[in-house]
């Protein structure tokens, strides 16, 4: 075999091509397994992405419903006693009203929506100020449905 230089190459070669086939092997299941997460990553980021912004969705609407509530009785009642509420009051529940008018609610990929948002807020408890009231948004109310709170 010393004298033949070019079996030894061969050999070398092909013991090198069974590691590397080796190490390939690996290389592939790695990146099959890569794909597979992340295919399977996505599919559940648009799961629960759409769970978040349901219930996400579901709070906002609720707290602006719960404001144009608030707007509807102080308009009520300002119909039936206009000198019900101070001039400055009445002024910020005319501005509330249409702030809450042009809130972005069906945008909800509009920029100004948090700041919107926020300032409704504001205006609201400068409103409840104003009024002498202490109300403020606390949500939808948490019921207990264990059989020790019915009893």
């Known amino acids: 075999m010393a004298g033949m230089p070019g079996l030894e190459i061969q050999r070398r070669g092909e013991e090198e091509d069974i590691f590397d086939s080796t190490v390939h092997l690996e290389g592939s299941h790695f990146e099959q397994g ?4 992340f295919r399977d990553g996505v599919e559940l980021g648009k799961v629960e992405g759409r ?43 005319r501005v ?11 945008d909800p990929q509009d920029e100004r929506l948090q700041d ?26 948490k019921v207990d449905h264990t059989e020790d709170s019915l009893f």
């Open 34 to 37: 890569f794909q597979d997460g």
């Open 51 to 93: 769970e978040v912004g349901l219930k996400t969705g579901f709070e906002l609407g609720e707290e602006i419903g719960f404001f144009r509530g608030c707007v509807n009785i102080w308009n009520a009642v300002l119909q039936k006693d206009p000198s019900a509420f101070s001039a400055r009051a009445q002024r910020n529940i």
């Open 96 to 106: 509330f009203d249409q702030q809450l008018n042009n809130y972005p609610l069906k």
């Open 116 to 141: 919107s948002l926020d300032s409704l807020r504001s205006k609201f408890r400068l409103i409840m100020s104003l009024l002498s009231i202490q109300l403020d948004y606390q949500g939808l109310a």
